[in-house]
């Protein structure tokens, strides 16, 4: 079986073709991206009219290019590509680029005659890992930290996802992006901050762990930023300044390890509480180095497994929700409705 996947929830255009041969051997045919994010680079955060713009802009020439990539055929040749289906992300996200993704799908289904399957973003950050690792085993917990989101769930052997906790105010990546904005580092602030954290000292200032000991599966990282923000407004750092700028690596390394120790420390608490010890993550965040070792670490303890996906394949794209595809059912076309607020 082949799925054509569309992914427009946010700034990234990612359209991708992936087959399945059996029930634990996919292979991804193409999969290409094209990313407004240079453009949110330089205000600083997701202009969401920007991000739709682009995505008009880009939808069709990513599609054709990915037809182009798996099987050397054009959109203009008039014919159908040979897809078993396309299936494309309703929601969580943006309702404009949501909307561009959705009637673009809706629109090469009802002409080509193919079956639409609806797929929840969420689920794809998870499910990629299907298309990733032949040997994962159900159930398992599931972590999902992106720019947006930071949720624990469970995932059993039907591929059901059951929602475990959950953001209270900041994700995890918009903690770290939002620290990135107070340190004066370029949006997204993530990747940067992880690769200055290397040069840092973790402990050389105590930031707090927020709900670290709430006892449920729930994140607050609004009050870390505030602490960074404090800090720097003591001391009156600037980091442009050479002699500063070990500071800054040792705040980002401080960052860092705060945001990592929480979220490992309640996912090991959800392995505990539910049995398991096989955890299976996705989205952004969990591109993170410093988040896979000290998973990795803490679940070898207990003769657990860590599944992610490949560092490309964390932040938002189009294989993820053709894998979340093979795992979801067609509906009529008509019935596909952007839907922003999308929970599990
Ligand atoms: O999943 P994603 O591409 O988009 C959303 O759905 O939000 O995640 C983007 C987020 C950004 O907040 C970015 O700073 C963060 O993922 N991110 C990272 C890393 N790579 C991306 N955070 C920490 N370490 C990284 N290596
Ligand atoms: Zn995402």
Redesign the pocket.
């Known amino acids: 079986m082949i799925i054509l996947g569309i992914e427009t ?2 700034d ?1 255009t990612g359209i991708s073709v992936v087959e399945k041969y059996s029930s634990n051997s996919f292979k991804i045919l193409s999969n290409n991206i094209s990313s407004s994010l240079n453009l949110h680079a330089m205000t600083g955060g997701i202009i969401p009219e920007v991000a739709s713009r682009e995505q008009l802009k880009y939808i069709l020439k990513v599609v054709e290019k990915t037809i182009y990539d798996a099987f050397g055929m054009s959109l203009s040749d008039k014919k159908i590509p040979p897809i078993d289906a396309i299936a494309v992300t309703y929601g969580p ?1 943006l309702i404009g680029p949501l909307l561009i993704g959705v009637e673009t799908a809706r629109t090469m289904s009802l002409l080509w005659k193919v079956p639409l399957i609806p797929v929840n ?1 969420m689920h794809g ?1 998870l499910l990629i890992n299907m298309v990733e690792h032949a040997d994962i085993f159900l159930p398992a917990i599931g972590l999902v ?5 930071t949720d624990l769930l469970t995932i059993d052997k039907s591929h059901r996802i059951t929602p475990l906790g959950g953001k209270r105010d900041d ?4 903690a ?2 939002k620290v ?1 904005r107070l340190l004066s580092l370029p ?5 940067v ?2 690769q200055l954290a290397e040069k840092g000292n973790k402990n050389k200032f105590d930031l707090p762990r927020p709900m670290i000991h709430s006892g449920d599966f729930d994140f607050s990282f609004s009050g870390l930023k505030t602490s960074v923000l404090n800090l720097i407004r003591k001391n009156n750092w600037d980091f442009s300044r050479d002699d500063h700028k070990q500071i800054l690596y040792d705040l980002c390394a401080s960052t ?1 390890e705060a945001i990592v120790d929480v979220l490992v420390k309640k996912t090991m608490m959800a392995c505990e509480k539910h049995s398991l010890n096989t955890v299976i993550m996705g ?3 969990t ?3 410093q ?1 896979r070792l000290a998973l990795d670490g803490e679940l070898k303890k207990i003769n657990g497994k860590l599944f992610s996906p490949t ?1 490309s394949l ?3 794209n189009g294989a993820m929700i053709a894998a979340a595809g093979f795992f979801s059912t067609a509906v009529d076309w008509e019935d596909v409705k952007a839907s922003p607020q999308l929970y599990y």
């Open positions: 929830s946010c990234e996200g973003h950050h930290v992106s720019g947006g989101h994700a995890a990546g918009e770290f992006d990135g949006y997204p602030a993530g990747p901050i992880s860092q989205g952004g965040v591109a993170n180095k988040l560092p964390c932040t938002d």
